[in-house]
Nanobody
Framework: QVQLVESGGGLVQPGGSLRLSCAVS????????MGWYRQAPGKERELVAH???????NYADSVKGRFTISRDNAKNTVYLQMNSLKPDDTAVYYC????????WGKGTLVTVSS
């Protein structure tokens, strides 16, 4: 059974940076396209970035140039480096397969505020 455990969130000032991590157990991680999603208060969950098994990446327009997704197949871990954070980036961030499994981890809360 696949388990998804996100970490690295926190409170950061506008313009700051955070690095999120997601440890994946079960499944065949190295062959799986993984994504980072987020859900802001009162909004639907959205895909922020994804990375294929061959490390091809794609980003939502709202984060392009500021966020970088990467993966370490030896550690079954996917990362999201977030720079130049804005208050609009405030959300709970989740990792999942793309397309997502029918279950989610607990996510990690990112709050961007002065």
């Amino acid at each position: 059974q696949v388990q998804l455990v996100e970490s690295g969130g926190g409170l950061v000032q506008p313009g700051g940076s955070l690095r999120l991590s997601c440890a994946v157990s079960g499944g065949i991680f190295s062959f799986t396209t993984m994504g980072w999603y987020r859900q802001a208060p009162g909004k639907e969950r959205e895909l922020v970035a994804h990375i294929t098994s061959g490390s091809i990446t794609n980003y939502a327009d709202s984060v392009k140039g500021r966020f970088t997704i990467s993966r370490d197949n030896a550690k079954n871990t996917v990362y999201l480096q977030m720079n130049s954070l804005k208050p609009d980036d405030t959300a709970v961030y989740y990792c999942n397969r793309r397309p997502p499994y029918p279950f989610w981890g607990k996510g990690t809360l990112v709050t961007v505020s002065s």
